[in-house]
């Protein structure tokens, strides 16, 4: 009953810097002018309250951000990758599988609007007007693109139906949602014909919500009898209830007192959970007849119950706008109340990074120096190491930022392998 599914991200690429030189008339020597290439944009995921289900999103398997352009000459930088953002319902949790197969948690988007960064943008890679100095007047190099982040993510829906139909097994919970929806899940005319949660999506006006029909409770569901508690736990993902009873059985009331007492003894804030009581089969003579006696014997009890029928239909259409009237009513509260915390809360902390690019760790593997750092590594990948000149500013750039200090207390001699990312070269420092 847990709505997944599983993607690939790939953020996109940075765009390359470029190689470039002023050429005006009247300026017969100027200066490099190459720009950068621009940032490739990042793959976002935003929880959102208009999106129910990730079965939209699960329609492709790979997503990919745009990448940056190209630097021009004229000191013109690349332009950016326009983000890409995929929204999910609220409540979705995000895990990063990794090639091993280990799994990390990365975010759970809790709330509308919440989001994280799943798969970042690669940098832009530096023109070479860049790279001059007082002695290096004229650089000919320029840096690739960083390739953007790629993440096989998947995406865990917790909170999988706005309404849950609760009731005893053959109070007609399956009719009633193939009558609301266009869900088809199995029906008869026997107890526990549904063994697991069915959903259908429901359509009022522009409003759109999703149902899920529970399988029957019975009692003592909360200690475990029967399937109870995976029932209840489907439940429990749900913000608001149809209690669905049987109105042709002998005691309705005792019937919805005894799943009410079930839903209570689990907890997990069922007690409190909003519900519409729905009495089914009022097409059947036997319950037309009792209609006026089960109205009174509820309102009694101080609830106002609806009277339907599933199979012909009668009062369904009522039922599901009230229902659309209730979610909407909730939507407005929480987005009041979401709105009340911002103003009382303090903004979160900017997270940056400390922009240290010599904050490396070395360790040394079968005869080689592995340099991790990421600012580092990015800049090794990043460089055209094909050519003299590159690999003369990368040792000159690690020896300004600490690198080839750090690498020679690790006991790394000239010559010696050094590992960076996907990059291996020998010390020339």
Do not use: C
Not at 39 to 57: F, N, Q
Not at 269 to 289: H, Y
Not at 343 to 352: G, H, K, L, S
Not at 384 to 395: F, K, Y
């Amino acid at each position: 009953m847990i709505d997944r599914v599983e993607l690939t991200l790939k953020g996109g690429d940075g765009g390359n810097g470029v190689v470039s030189f002023r050429r005006e008339k009247f300026v017969p020597r100027g200066g490099p002018d190459g720009g950068d290439g621009g940032a490739g944009a990042d793959v976002v995921i935003t929880a959102s309250r208009s999106v129910r289900t990730l079965k939209e999103l699960g329609r492709r398997r790979i997503y990919r951000a745009d990448r940056g352009s190209h630097g021009q000459g004229s000191d013109k930088a690349g332009r950016r990758g326009k983000k890409l953002e995929l929204k999910v319902p609220v409540g979705t949790l995000i895990t990063i599988i990794g090639d091993d197969g280990e799994e990390k948690p990365l975010g759970d988007l809790t709330s509308e609007g919440r989001s994280v960064i799943a798969a970042a943008g690669g940098m832009g890679g530096w023109g070479n007007a860049r790279f001059t100095t007082s002695v290096h007047r004229a650089p000919r190099i320029a840096q690739r693109g960083q390739l953007g982040q790629e993440r096989r993510v998947r995406l865990d829906l917790k909170l999988l139906a706005d309404v849950g139909l609760v009731g005893l097994p053959n109070a007609g919970k399956s009719t009633l949602l193939a009558a609301m929806s266009a869900a088809r899940p199995r029906v008869g005319a026997y107890p526990f014909t549904t063994l697991e949660p069915s959903l259908g999506v429901v359509d009022v006006g522009w409003q759109r919500f999703v149902v899920a029909d529970i399988p029957g409770l019975i009692e003592g569901a909360h200690e475990g009898a029967g399937l109870g508690l995976d029932f209840l736990r489907h439940v429990e993902r749900t913000r608001l209830l149809v209690h669905l009873i049987d109105g042709g059985n002998q005691d309705p009331w005792a019937d919805m007192l005894a799943i009410n007492r079930e839903l209570s003894e689990y907890g997990q804030g069922l007690q409190g959970r909003q519900q519409i009581v729905a009495l089914n089969k009022v097409d059947m003579v036997e319950v037309a007849e009792r209609r006026g006696e089960l109205e009174a014997l509820f309102r009694k009890g101080e609830v106002e119950p609806v009277f339907i029928s599933a199979a012909g239909g009668e009062g369904v259409e009522d039922l599901v706008k009230e229902l659309a009237h209730r979610l909407k009513e909730m939507d407005e509260a929480e987005a009041a109340l979401n709105a009340a915390k911002a103003e009382e809360e303090p903004p979160p902390p900017v997270v940056r990074p400390d922009g240290r690019p010599g904050s490396v760790t070395i360790d040394r593997q079968d005869g080689a120096y592995h340099v991790a750092g990421e600012r580092a590594v990015a800049f090794a990948e990043m460089m055209p190491l094909e050519i003299e000149e590159g690999r003369a500013e990368l040792w000159r750039r690690f020896g300004l930022w600490g690198v080839v200090g750090a690498l020679k207390r690790a006991g790394a001699k000239r010559g010696d392998r050094i590992v960076l990312g996907s990059v291996e070269l020998e010390l020339e420092a």
